[in-house]
């Protein structure tokens, strides 16, 4: 196994900072600087960790910062549901965007029926913190197909009072998509935001040129969009459903200079997207859900490249002919090519 195969390895396995440490002793500088870097990561998360403590510190929650090394992760684990709204509620006004962010009976719901929420900061350094709660005994008894999901909680809004209704407005939901022949929505999970010092070395592992077309499917508030263009003189497309995320895209377009012909911020689903003209498909999702996203892409018609980056493995059958360890300032990760 080469050293790029054992790091890519030792990245999808979460022991990249213990495997680099390993290398380095050998004098290996790739390793020295991977095992530099990790280290330099867990410092900041554990401050960010440090800093959220004392957001926390009249409630009945533990604080902790990820110790791989690896991920700008915080963890958070209430002892109470009521702890776990308590500091959500915090973190939002503090700056942290919720996946679901949720008002009245719907974060009622959500909170009774789940068993964490996953927020994320997109200024600066991108952390991420998981709050865990426990589940209410009357959720628990209720089969997973059968608790209200973001797309129940989107349906109508209702009082607070009224939170139990989105168990019987559910079945009510899906009956109606399926009389209008609506396909199911289309949901991968929290939101995530590639590090921007990591944009530059994917452009350039995907060989971005000012001939190629890029879009992002799930652009979020627009980084790699941005970063194609001004970095790669191409065109550059970001596709988001979140409408939160497509108006601060769009703000940031606004103040960028950049030309809106070349550029621009759509606000649809990634999985019915148009990708005629496209030569360049980006993804950030969870490593899951990418052969399946890549089978899709194939499935449509879709022959130029497909370039995505995970910390795990991606898993399936269409296995990518390139992958490489990505190592920016502040962040890594491993990059696949299709």
Known sequence: ???????????????????????????????????????????????????????????????????????????????RRD???????????????????FDGAAAESFFRHEEQATLVRLEGTA????IKWGKSRRAGALPRQLRPSAADHRFVSLPAKMWPAY??????????ERVRSKPPESILGPILST?????????????????????DLGCGE??????????????????????????????????????????KIVEADGATYPLDGASVIFLFIPAEAVSDAVYAIRGRGFAGRIVSHEQRYVAGGIRPAESQVIVGADALTVAHLW
Not at 20 to 40: I, K, P, T, V, Y
Not at 127 to 130: E, K, L, M, N
Request: one cysteine or more; proline letters at 2%; aromatic letters at 4%.
């Open 127 to 130: 952390f991420t913190v998981v």
């Open 83 to 101: 702890d776990a709204k308590r500091f959500v509620q915090r973190i939002r006004r503090d700056g942290y965007m919720g996946w679901q962010d």
């Open 222 to 263: 627009g980084r790699v969009v941005f970063a194609a263009a001004e970095q790669r003189n191409c065109r550059a497309t970001g596709v988001e459903k979140d409408p939160r995320l497509v108006d601060l895209a769009e703000k940031r377009l606004a103040s960028s200079g950049l030309d809106r012909q070349r550029v």
């Open 167 to 176: 168990v019987a407005l559910r079945p009510v939901r899906l009956v109606k």
């Open 1 to 79: 196994m080469t050293l790029s195969e054992q790091l890519i390895q030792a990245v999808s396995d979460g022991t990249a900072w213990k495997v680099s440490q390993e290398l380095a002793l050998d004098g290996d500088e790739e390793a020295l600087a991977l095992s530099n870097l990790c280290s330099q990561i867990f410092e900041a998360t554990e401050i960010e960790a440090q800093r959220l403590s004392r957001l926390a510190a009249d409630l009945d929650a533990e604080v902790s910062a990820d110790r791989s090394g690896q991920l700008h992760l915080i963890e958070v684990q209430a002892a």
């Open 195 to 215: 590090p921007e010092s990591l944009l530059a070395p994917l452009l350039e592992f995907a060989e971005v040129g000012a001939a190629d077309h890029l879009i």
